[in-house]
T-cell receptor, first 111, second 112 residues
């Protein structure tokens, strides 16, 4: 059974600081997605990571994937208030048509 | 394009009642899924479909039925609502088996 763990679950940080969210998963996978969810809203796709060593960046967010360690990271650089949201990783189970989501990391950036 | 449309947005049911959550997409996506979101548990897969006429169970299928008679529609039926089914339900679709999801806006369901 695939398990996907994110940490931390909650993160409160000051504007301008850097931090990393971790996503660990328990079985092999060839792709991983990161999503953002604003309070009371739906989920929005941020990144797809398709291979070992893949790195994607947009604005202050950078995601990476290490398939050997079964670990993905979402790094936040110089956080701003607009980044406050819940971030989910989702791991694709190859050949099953299924995605398993992590529990989410609720990020709050304080002005 | 409307994307993925879910109705209703909010619903209150009494224990034992049945209802259908509607989901429609206009992107000609083959893959559609239903998830429920509960605090501290992320999103859990209820049922999914890989095309018209083909459905399968996810992680938490008990108490729910689905069917896929057309590419566009993927309704989720609650057979006999229970308080444990109080949750936010999301429908999602994808153009391919490993493609990223487009999510609907969600249905907030309360069972009393």
């Amino acid at each position: 059974e695939l398990k996907v763990e994110q940490n931390p679950l909650f993160l409160s940080m000051q504007e301008g600081k850097n931090y990393t969210i971790y996503c660990n998963y328990s079985t092999t996978s060839d792709r991983l997605y990161w999503y953002r969810q604003d309070p009371g809203k739906s989920l929005e796709s941020l990144f797809v990571l398709l291979s070992n060593g893949a790195v994607k960046q947009e604005g202050r967010l950078m995601a990476s994937l290490d398939t050997k360690a079964r670990l993905s990271t979402l790094h936040i650089t110089a956080a701003v208030h607009d980044l406050s949201a819940t971030y989910f990783c989702a791991v694709y189970l190859s050949g099953t048509y299924k995605y398993i989501f992590g529990t989410g990391t609720r990020l709050k950036v304080l002005a | 394009n409307a994307g993925v449309t879910q109705t209703p947005k909010f619903q209150v049911l009494k224990t034992g009642q049945s209802m259908t959550l509607q989901c429609a997409q206009d992107m000609n996506h083959e893959y559609m899924s239903w998830y429920r979101q509960d605090p501290g548990m992320g999103l859990r897969l209820i049922h999914y479909s890989v095309g018209a006429g083909i459905t399968d169970q996810g992680e938490v299928p008990n108490g729910y039925n689905v069917s896929r008679s057309t590419t566009e529609d993927f309704p989720l039926r609650l057979l006999s609502a229970a308080p444990s089914q109080t949750s936010v339900y999301f429908c999602a679709s994808s153009y391919s088996s490993g493609g990223g999801y487009t999510f609907g806006s969600g249905t907030r369901l309360t069972v009393v």
